[in-house]
């Protein structure tokens, strides 16, 4: 069953630095978003992204943040400059069409721990 | 921003009865709604869903019940397993054209005990 896979499962980065988290959405799916977790807090929604552009984004998106899909398969979230709070499990997910009750499909995940 | 809640934060059920998890919105605007299970260090798993015409949908052991007027919605596990043992998130999408973020409760930890 295809299944949206991420990488890495976990990066350890000092403030200041600059990361990037990589993702891979189901092959046939269109829409694609990341969110993420801080510890014992709710999954947030940050952004979505439809035929190369963001479609929306959360507050927690600020200038810091950026989306590329650089090669028709990758999806990428990348950090310019991480602080202490952006510390969280990042989760990659893609949906397949544009119909409202289509799901999302999560990826594991990949725990960011900014020192 | 509560607009989907999930007032148990945990719940503890028998090997082989019933577990219902509850969850609460606020926004009526929310028209699909989702149950996810996951496990610590994994993402979340998609359970099943329900689309905001229907009050009830079932697939095997699990069933959500949507009750739109009092704007809640169940999931029904029977009969409960071990391995049925994880988080549960409510979520909710509305129609906002081609977004369709998901709006997320805190989470219902189930135990179920042999």
């Known amino acids: 069953e295809p299944e949206v896979t991420q990488t890495p499962s976990h990066q350890v980065t000092q403030m200041g630095q600059e990361v990037i988290l990589r993702c891979v959405p189901i092959s046939n799916h269109l829409y694609f978003y990341w969110y993420r977790q801080i510890l014992g807090q709710k999954v947030e929604f940050l952004v979505s992204?439809?035929?190369?552009?963001?479609?929306?984004k959360s507050e927690i998106f600020d200038d810091q943040f950026s989306v590329e899909r650089p090669d028709g398969s990758n999806f990428t979230l990348k950090i310019r400059s991480t602080k202490l709070e952006d510390s969280a499990m990042y989760f990659c997910a893609s949906r397949r069409t544009s119909g409202e009750t289509d799901t999302q499909y999560f990826g594991p995940g990949t725990r960011l721990t900014v020192l | 921003d509560q607009q989907v809640k999930q007032n148990s934060p945990s719940l503890s059920v028998q090997e082989g009865r019933i577990s219902i998890l509850n969850c609460d919105y606020t926004n009526s605007m929310f028209d699909y709604f989702l149950w996810y299970k996951k496990y610590p260090a994994e993402g979340p798993t998609f359970l099943i869903s329900i689309s905001s015409i229907k009050d009830k949908n079932e697939d095997g052991r699990f069933t959500v019940f949507l009750n739109k007027s009092a704007k809640h919605l169940s999931l029904h596990i029977v009969p409960s397993q071990p391995g049925d043992s994880a988080v549960y998130f409510c979520?909710?999408?509305?129609?906002?054209?081609?977004?369709?973020?998901?709006?997320f409760g805190t989470g219902t930890l189930l135990a179920v005990q042999p």
């Open positions: 992204f439809y035929n190369n552009e963001i479609s929306e």
């Open positions: 979520a909710a999408s509305g129609a906002r054209g081609a977004t369709n973020k998901l709006i």
